[in-house]
Nanobody, 116 residues
């Protein structure tokens, strides 16, 4: 069974930083051949892709987080990370990771709350 487990969220003041992790489990999930993304869903809003990383390490970001967030991956650990700096109240959301193409079942996500 393939599973995604997000962690690292929390409550932080505006301007602060957090580092999220997402670990993939399951022997059938060949992590290294998939582009991975971090998504977020704020209350009352649709889930959106905020950062993606290809198998070769190329990255892309939503305009709202560009210059503040950095996505990275460790294929040996089947883990993708999201370093979030200069956090803003509008970054408050539940954050998830998944494959960018052919998404699998979503994990429970990790809550990020940024206070002003």
């Amino acid at each position: 069974q393939v599973q995604l487990v997000e962690s690292g969220g929390g409550l932080v003041q505006a301007g602060g930083s957090l580092r999220l992790s997402c670990a993939a489990s399951g022997t059938i999930f060949i992590f290294s051949i998939y582009s991975m993304g971090w998504y977020r869903q704020a209350p009352g809003k649709q889930r959106e892709l905020v950062a993606g990383i290809t198998t070769g390490g190329s990255t892309n970001y939503a305009d709202s987080v560009k210059g503040r967030f950095t996505i990275s991956r460790n294929n040996a650990k089947k883990t993708v990370y999201l370093q979030m700096n200069d956090l803003k109240p509008e970054d408050t959301a539940v954050y998830y990771c998944n494959r960018v193409i052919d998404a699998i079942d979503w994990g429970q996500g990790t809550q990020v709350t940024v206070s002003s």
